[in-house]
């Protein structure tokens, strides 16, 4: 591989997901799932972890997702975040949700301030600070919008933005590049890319089905999925299938690297896993 190795070093843990269960309706639906994210430092850079969580649809990652944000209780097992480590609570990290609900009788602006006040920021600091991130997040022109006036692509930068009101390390997104028009995806995965970049101490936790996407934005992929019992047949409830390291393959951290040969085999191959979860 032309590509240089990039040097880092592996610190605190900031997410440890331990033996989580979830049942629903009679049906197992996650089943012992294990997995931490520790802070990945790269010398002389800023540089937050992107971690994508890969499964196919109705494996589960939306309610491994709440479980992450702490909306749900698993029946057993626990999440902790931060250094040192506490159980996660709602509120406690950054979620955009699927649907991410921004109010809609309120500007772009007014949506950022209210969840600075929600955090509890004084009105002038929050005002601030909404300023600056909607600079960050190429919005400056649409702080007086409403979100019914933004584009797509414009509504969930606008949600990430809400969310980083709150400053917490740890953000949380189920499927960020669901119904975005190609120019619109692409810029996202490229924004995702950038704002990682532009703290050592954001964390990206990603939730998709989207495996370009995933191998495109993410230092590192965890893949959801059933085991087979001997009898060939899937036992219910998945669990973390396969850890794929990007970066140890050159596929983190540079540019360009979508159009790669080793970056096709990487989609071939956990394609080729999907089809056996
Ligand atoms: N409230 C519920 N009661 C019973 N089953 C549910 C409920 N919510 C989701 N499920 C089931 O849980 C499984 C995982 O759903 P979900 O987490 O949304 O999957 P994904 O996000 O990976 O597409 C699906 O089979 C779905 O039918
Ligand atoms: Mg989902």
Partial sequence: MLREKIAYDVRECLLSVKG????LGGRPILRDVNFEVHNLYRPGMLQGQVVGLLGPSGMGKTQLF??????????????LIGDPPVPVAAGMVGVVAQHYPLLHHRTILGNLVVAGRQAGQPAKAAETEAQRLLEVFGLKEQGEKYPVQLSGGQRQRAAIAQQFMCSNQLMLMDEPFSGLDPLALARMCQFIKDIAQTDEHKTFVIVTHDIASAIEVCDTLMVLGRDKGPDGHFIPGAKIQQTVDLIARGLAWHTGISRTPEFHAAVNEVKDLFAHL
């Fill in 66 to 79: 709440r479980i992450l944000a702490g909306l749900n209780p698993p029946d057993s097992g626990h999440v």
């Fill in 20 to 23: 989580v269960n979830l049942n």
